[in-house]
């Protein structure tokens, strides 16, 4: 049956002789998926349940004068209308949320803009009715008045003297957590690494490229809009149903901005229809909830999908401008980055990965990076799959493209020559563990791809790495032994791409059973212990770590068990492929089950992890693409993604990460962009001009999995998912300087860009 | 409130009646009247493809449509495509390869991709392409996808 | 004793030294005894007893997410680098 | 959306008369793909919604003894293009009824409800005016019949009057030796709206060398869909080459005059008229030689 389904290469780990890891199993949910059962976040229907809609804002800069209400609330058929007046004051306060500080003053102006709306599509006040329609209805008898004020929205501009504030206080971090710029500016942050003498560096260089480039704001794109459920009960206990990456960092991001005990905040996570990052923040779960209190219903919002481009959190446009300097053996021996990001209408964006990104695939001695978030009348940007990391790889690899072509480099041979390894220091300090950038470069030049004569006019093939630090976190888990020999496992990380199978083939391979024999559950956040969202690849590793300690408590309390049927000492049992054993005696793990209630009751285990050893993930892309020299259109002709991925515990799932990322990244690179007008506004606000690849826009994306084990990891697990966005950009415009000799330093490479650059160039026709 | 409206039609084989608001859209009835949430709503405008459905055996997108304008028409949603025992080979397929991640686009990939081999039981890659263009999805990047199709149609020649 | 790397815009603090040493084993101790030498540092690093926001502390190139109670051993070598804020 | 009401008559006089009591307030609902989409964002209002599905006259395809064809107003795409004496008399068409948006668009979208949304950028206009459609409209004062390329009268508007409706559009027969091809220009390969779309249509002289009659007809380049008049006559009689084609498309340019926007700056779209027009032509000429009528998957190099 597999044959058809034309599985990655996998370079395999020699000590690996797992029974369960690397096996592909259907996974637990996926019967549910495939028959419309399975419930997502609109899907929730509850008695009594009423629908909500969003006003947001036509300005996308202004101060709010007044909020009248009134007539939305004697509309037929409405039962609450709120603004952000119903929200506590939350001063200044910074709460840490698990994965870092958020200033809730902002995060609850986000989600209703307070006294002045920062851009187009801000929400500004809310509507509960009973239906959606009736809902959208009455937010045009809402009556705001705005005072308009100037905006901008591109990050250089915004960083000008005399540019408009966004936020009238607002100091720049030049230290994080320390000191702050006298004057207020847009630019809430200034990151700035520097090692060696970067002077001298480029002085003595051998070759010197230096380049500017600019990117444009870009959204996840998942297909499901956001959606949350509140129910608050009279008891104030409050219910939320939430299509979210994290049910923990949701229900703490609703207590804080409700300034309610988390203790009367359950969340109950349904299934995602994507993230990509996009869903770690919160924007309807309060405004939802302040509905519900007012009214006595449960209130379900779900954004529309214009609601959804402008009023979430799309990743930074940005301008970036990378120097390199090689000796002549092609060493890279100096770097400079000054990179700007905008982080939207609020400070605290993705700049901090994206100045630790920059020079991360490389080992260069004398390097200086400076890095600025800068706030725009934009959304407040969030992260996307690998935050910050894209940026820098387009610029840096493009630039490393130019000097492996300046040297007569083959440019895998440059990479190889420079690239990062265990050792090597990163500019920002660490030093790398076990990495396994070098095991996939070769793997791209061996690969049969890279082998295979590209032929015919306007082709060109490209390369490019990327790096993504890959994170922790918590994870807790409990599980339940049946007495049948099936194991129920509950586990907090909401499953987006599988990681149920992936979490439970870890439990299995621990216990010594099959895949099918664990029967997973995303819990909610009465249910389970504490974890982290899901994101940052780390659920695999992280909450599949707990999985794993989970099965040892088992195998240590069934152990106990044996010794009693035995009357032996639990010391002696020994556990081994599902097989419990001492001295002649012996029992399988199933066997056992059936007798564990009259050997002491059925057994429960629990775990709570906070790993610190995750490690990197790095992935090297080859492209192929023609390019329509007369239209400037670009078509992906064949497309290959290495990483180095640790342990593949479900090869499918992993090459499915590495392909879903190279066709974001595509995109990414080709057509998607936030258009806006002079005023601000978004222009292409919908999936039909708002340019996601389709079916037809991409070819086949052959992966290959390197598995270098994360020592750290009892199964060598390292993160996978976010890596395989990083290098695309930089591959694909690549790979146009070698179709059309055009080095393309703007994203997105789109046909009239791509066009207008060649005809300047002169070499294509007019 | 506008007046609500009776229609008659027949929904995976079985007649059903509902009433419903002129305004109000065969997604909206399908997923909230009639709890068949297995059509999503993605964009609500036609360009993603999550809502498909078949209407008189032709896919369309359920947002698109007035649920008046089912009278006397016979729908299928993903929830008829298995039967009761077994999963269609196309389930089947996208299961064992591994062709959704978050699931959500998965019901209207596969109510399209069974109107195509219905009516064309061995597209080439670039046919499949392309009548599944109307459909997005975000996390697979359409490999496996494809690849689940291709492996459905050779299932389903098997089988006859 | 455990190396710390001081990052440019908080060398102002050690005189221009782009590295220094502090005993302590835990992050709580191991600043505080820098403070000592380095007087600012405690106010910079930890707010409310968590590490400050928008600032990750890496020990032995691992970001901890244990803040002020994270293990420091006689050698470990600790960087100051931003948090990955959102960046997940 | 704001709530209305809604009518499916069984004959063309029922919704005409509909159409004139209701005027303003009434709207025609054919396949929806546009109508829904406006009402639900507010673009359009409507307290009338009309569906003439039920019409038979606008569910139909009838040939006419002339060998010419009558498209029903109503005819949803799918039926075109799963046709193959359709394909075969007029390709341009079934290329465009093949790309106008999804599948599942398809399933419902007319050619009709194309032409009455009027849009500049609308993919099956230029294909109707190359192949010489005719509107028939039926109206409170009786039938009338307008050219398409007379229909459309700004973006968004057309000549249909209050009470009017479009029920059928007319084809002549498709003569000998002639062959047509629409394209588009989009930035991904299916669901998108034309940068820029061309109609072409040809009839080549004895021997199949020169060219007899060409029509050409552009989108997306200026407020309505337009003919390229004078790039016409200039092919009328010139050798069925590349080289002509080019030339072609270069004056085909001049009848251009596009705006910017979101979709493309205006001088690209203007550079794109030489290029479709060309590659349009080309497309006719293998055609009206023979060549493969069906549909062309869009994917691929100089496929747009």
Excluded at chain 1, 40 to 53: F, R, T
Excluded at chain 4, 25 to 36: F, K, Q, S, Y
Excluded at chain 4, 51 to 58: A, F, G, H, S
Aim: a negative charge; charged letters at 20%; aromatic letters at 6%.
């Amino acid at each position: 049956m597999s044959e058809n389904f034309n599985h990655a290469q996998i370079i395999k780990d020699p000590d690996d002789n797992y029974k369960i890891l690397g096996t592909r199993p259907v996974r637990h949910d996926g019967v549910d998926k495939v028959t419309g059962r399975a419930i997502y976040g609109n899907d929730v229907q509850l008695q009594g349940l009423v629908e909500g809609a969003i006003l947001r804002s036509p300005e996308a800069h202004a101060r709010i004068l007044s909020i009248d209400t009134s007539e939305a609330e004697a509309h037929p058929g409405v039962l609450a209308v709120t603004t952000s007046a119903d929200f506590p004051d939350l001063g200044d306060k910074i709460a840490n949320l698990g994965e870092g500080p958020v200033n809730l003053a902002h995060l609850a102006a986000n989600c209703l803009a307070k006294d002045k709306v920062l851009y187009k599509g801000h929400a500004v006040a809310a509507v509960a009715a009973q239906n959606a329609h009736i809902a959208r209805e009455a937010l045009d008898l809402i009556k705001v008045e705005y005072e308009p004020l100037p905006i901008v929205t591109d990050v250089l501009e915004a960083m000008k003297d005399g540019a408009p504030l966004l936020h009238e206080g607002l100091l720049t971090n030049l230290v994080p957590g320390g000191e702050k710029a006298e004057a207020p500016s847009n630019i809430s942050d200034h990151h700035h690494f520097k090692r060696g003498d970067t002077e001298a560096a480029f002085e003595a260089a051998h070759i010197v490229v230096e380049r500017e480039f600019t990117t444009q704001t870009v959204h996840q794109g998942y297909i499901e809009p956001h959606v949350a459920t509140a129910h608050w009960n009279q008891d104030g206990q409050l219910t939320v149903w939430a299509s979210t990456q994290g049910s923990f960092s949701a229900r703490e991001q609703t207590s804080e901005v409700l300034q309610i005990p988390i203790s009367k905040v359950k969340v109950i996570p349904c299934e995602i229809g994507g993230g990509f990052g996009g869903k770690i923040p919160i924007y309807l779960e309060p405004v939802a909830a302040v509905l519900s209190r007012k009214c006595g219903r449960p209130v379900k919002i779900q954004m529309t999908r214009d609601g959804v481009f402008e009023g979430t959190g799309p990743t930074p446009a940005s301008f970036m401008r990378i120097k390199l300097g090689v000796d002549e053996a092609g060493k890279m021996t100096a770097g400079e980055a000054w990179l700007a990001y905008d982080t939207g209408a609020f400070p605290g964006g993705v700049i901090g990965p994206g100045v630790m990104c920059v020079f991360s695939c490389y080992d260069i001695e004398h390097a200086h990076i400076d890095g600025y978030d800068v706030c725009v009348n934009k959304p407040w940007t969030k992260a996307y799959r690998a935050p910050g990391s894209t940026h820098v790889a387009y610029a840096v690899e493009s630039v490393v493209d130019e000097l492996a072509e300046k040297l007569e480099m083959d440019p895998i041979d440059l990479r190889l020559l420079n690239a990062a390894r265990e050792g090597t220091k990163r500019v920002d300090g660490p030093v790398y563990p076990r990495i396994g950038l070098i095991e996939t470069l070769e793997a791209a030049k061996n690969h049969d791809h890279y082998k295979s004569p590209l032929e015919g006019p306007n082709r060109g093939r490209g390369v490019a790495a990327g790096f993504w630090f890959n994170i922790g976190l918590k994870s807790a888990a409990t599980a339940h032994v049946n007495a049948d020999g099936t194991v129920t496992l509950l586990e907090g990380s909401t499953d987006i791409g599988g990681t149920r199978t992936s979490i439970s083939m870890q439990l299995a391979e621990t216990l010594g059973i099959a895949a099918e024999d664990i029967n997973p559950k995303v819990a909610d956040t009465d249910s389970v212990g504490y974890t982290d969202i899901t994101g940052g690849s780390r659920v695999t590793f992280a909450t599949g770590l707990a999985a794993v300690e989970v099965g040892k408590d088992i195998i240590s309390q069934m152990k106990e068990r044996a010794a009693k049927l035995w009357e032996c000492e639990a010391a002696d049992v020994e556990f081994s492929d599902g097989i419990f054993s001492q001295g002649d005696n012996s029992i399988s793990f199933k066997e056992l089950c059936a007798k564990l209630s009259r050997t002491g009751g059925l057994i429960t285990a629990r775990a709570s992890v906070d790993p610190q050893g995750f490690t990197n993930g790095f992935g090297v892309h080859i492209c192929d693409l023609e390019v329509d020299v007369e239209t400037g259109k670009v078509q992906i002709l064949r497309y290959t993604a290495l990483q180095d991925a640790g342990k593949a515990i479900h090869p499918s799932y992993v090459e499915g990460q590495l392909q879903g990322g190279s066709v974001q990244g595509i995109g990414w690179a080709l057509n998607e962009e936030y258009l806006f007008d002079e005023k601000g506004h978004m222009l292409n606000p919908t999936m039909l001009d708002y340019r996601m690849p389709t079916a037809l826009d991409v070819p086949m994306i052959d992966t290959v999995i390197i598995e270098v084990p994360n020592p750290s990891h009892p199964f060598g697990v390292r993160g996978v998912g976010e890596t395989p966005i990083v290098p695309p950009p930089g591959a694909i415009a690549n790979a146009v300087k070698s179709a059309t000799g055009i080095r393309m330093t703007e994203l997105p490479m789109s046909p009239p860009r791509v066009h207008s650059a060649i005809t300047e160039d002169g070499n294509g026709a007019s | 409130m506008g007046k609500k409206i009776h229609v008659s039609t027949t929904i995976n084989g079985e007649a059903v009646e509902f009433l419903c608001e002129a305004r109000q859209s065969l997604l909206e009835i399908i997923r909230d009247t009639l709890t068949l949430t297995g059509a999503k709503e993605g964009c609500n405008n036609g360009n993603c493809g999550a809502c498909t459905v078949l209407m008189n055996g032709v896919p369309v997108d359920s947002c698109l449509v007035l649920a008046v304008e089912a009278e006397g028409a016979e729908l299928e949603t993903v929830e008829s495509i298995a039967n009761e025992e077994h999963l269609h080979p196309l389930q089947e397929c996208f299961l064992e390869g591994a062709a959704l991640q978050c699931g959500i686009c998965t019901p209207g990939f596969l109510v399209s991709a069974k109107a195509l081999l219905d009516g064309h039981p061995e597209p080439t890659e670039e046919e499949i392409r392309f009548e599944l263009s109307g459909n997005l999805c975000r996390c697979t990047g359409y490999d496996k996808i494809v690849r689940a199709v291709q492996a459905a149609s050779e299932r389903m020649k098997e089988v006859k | 004793m455990a190396i710390v790397h001081v990052p440019p815009q908080m060398q102002k603090l050690t005189g221009g030294l782009t590295e220094v040493e502090a005993e302590g084993d835990s992050l709580r101790r191991l600043v505080s005894n820098l403070d000592t030498a380095y007087p600012g540092f405690k106010d910079r690093l930890i707010k409310d007893d968590l590490v400050a926001p928008g600032l990750a502390i890496s020990i032995d190139n691992v970001v901890t997410s244990r803040g002020i109670f994270a293990e420091v051993l006689q050698d470990s070598v600790i960087h100051i680098i931003p948090a990955i804020s959102g960046g997940r | 959306m704001r709530d209305f009401e809604y009518k499916a008559p069984a004959t063309i006089d029922e919704a005409v008369t509909l159409l004139a009591e209701r005027g303003s307030e009434a709207r025609v609902l054919a396949g929806g793909t546009d109508i829904i989409v406006q009402l639900r964002e507010g673009l359009r209002k409507a307290d009338l919604v009309v569906d003439v599905k039920k019409i038979p006259e606008l569910m139909s395809l009838a040939w006419r003894d002339d060998g010419g064809l009558d498209i029903g107003g109503a005819v949803p795409c799918h039926v075109l293009y799963n046709d193959a004496k359709v394909i075969n008399a007029y390709p341009s068409i079934t290329d465009s009824a093949k790309i106008i948006g999804g599948w599942q668009i398809q399933g419902r979208a007319s050619l009709g409800g194309n032409l009455c949304n009027s849009s500049p950028a609308a993919d099956s206009i230029p294909s109707l005016i190359v192949e010489g459609a005719t509107c028939r409209i039926a109206g409170p004062g009786g039938e009338r019949f307008v050219p398409v390329q007379e229909f459309c009268t700004a973006p968004g508007a057309n000549v249909l009057t209050e009470g009017e409706m479009l029920v059928s559009l007319t084809l002549p027969p498709a003569g000998e030796s002639s062959g047509s091809r629409y394209m588009r220009f989009i930035p991904r390969n299916e669901m998108d709206i034309a940068v820029t779309g061309t109609g072409a249509w040809l009839r080549l002289g004895e021997g199949g060398e020169t060219v007899e009659e060409a029509r050409l007809a552009l989108s997306a380049v200026a407020p309505t869909p337009i003919v390229a008049g004078e790039a016409e006559a200039w092919l009328q009689g010139k050798p069925a080459t590349e080289e002509s084609f080019t030339e072609a498309g270069d004056i085909a340019r001049k009848a251009a005059s596009p705006i910017s926007d979101m979709r493309g700056p205006a001088d690209y779209r203007t550079h794109l008229v030489g290029v479709l027009v060309k590659r349009a032509l080309n497309g006719a000429l293998g055609r009206a030689r023979g060549g493969d009528r069906n549909p062309v998957i869009p994917s691929g190099i100089n496929l747009c």
